[in-house]
Antibody, heavy 125, light 107 residues
Framework: EVQLLESGGDLVQPGGSLRLSCAAS????????MNWVRQAPGKGLEWVSG????????DYADSVKGRFTISRDNSKNTLYLQMNSLRAEDTAVYFC??????????????????WGQGTLVTVSS | EIVMTQSPATLSVSPGERATLSCRAS??????LVWYQQKPGQAPRLLIY???TRATGIPARFSGSGSGTEFTLTISSLQSEDFAVYYC?????????FGQGTKLEIK
């Protein structure tokens, strides 16, 4: 059974940093690109970042580019999101997402068939 | 960036009736379009991928159609558990973008 378990969410001051983790199980983690999607309280969904299975390719939403870094440790079946220079508008539930089995037409051309339950990040003084 | 626009923002429908939700992309995305259902406090749930293919375990009352820039999600006979927020999302390329959501409420 596929499981995605996010952790690391917390209350942090503006300008602060936080690292989120997503522990994956039930599939061959290294074979799958992974993504983070967030949802501000009472708002819609926003794609944040994606990473290839090897970790060699990444991409970011403009709203987080230069501040957030996605990475993965395939030996630990874990996805990460390092968030620096946090702003109030980064307050959201952050979801870890998995696509269906490969192959994919190209990197960045897949949907999400599994979502974790999310971890809440609150940026406030 | 591709902008996804959903309409209406809120749809009030009685149980047993049909609901039709729309999603428009600002650029052509082929059939690289999904629909998710989200209930309060839960993660989104995949309903439809490839614009028209039901995900595993999704009831036949859910159907998707469209390609290019215009897409539709139809729920043929609403059940109580279908009242939720529905999002469309393109997956043509990064950055993925979502529609702002349609809240389906009980009339």
């Amino acid at each position: 059974e596929v499981q995605l378990l996010e952790s690391g969410g917390d209350l942090v001051q503006p300008g602060g940093s936080l690292r989120l983790s997503c522990a994956a199980s039930g599939f061959i983690f290294s074979s799958y690109p992974m993504n983070w999607v967030r949802q501000a309280p009472g708002k819609g969904l926003e794609w944040v970042s994606g990473i290839s299975g090897s970790g060699g390719s990444t991409d970011y939403a403009d709203s987080v580019k230069g501040r957030f870094t996605i990475s993965r440790d395939n030996s630990k079946n874990t996805l990460y999101l390092q968030m620096n220079s946090l702003r109030a508008e980064d307050t959201a539930v952050y979801f870890c997402t998995k696509p269906p089995p490969p192959p994919y037409a190209r990197l960045g051309s897949y949907y999400f068939d599994y979502w974790g339950q999310g971890t809440l990040v609150t940026v406030s003084s | 960036e591709i902008v996804m626009t959903q309409s209406p923002a809120t749809l009030s429908v009685s149980p047993g009736e049909r609901a039709t939700l729309s999603c428009r992309a600002s650029q052509r995305v082929g059939n690289n379009l999904v629909w998710y259902q989200q209930k309060p406090g839960q993660a989104p749930r995949l309903l439809i991928y490839g614009a028209s293919t039901r995900a595993t375990g999704i009831p036949a009352r859910f159907s998707g159609s469209g390609s290019g820039t215009e897409f539709t999600l139809t729920i043929s006979s609403l059940q109580s558990e279908d009242f939720a927020v529905y999002y469309c999302q393109h997956y043509n390329n990064w950055p993925y973008t979502f529609g702002q959501g349609t809240k389906l409420e009980i009339k």
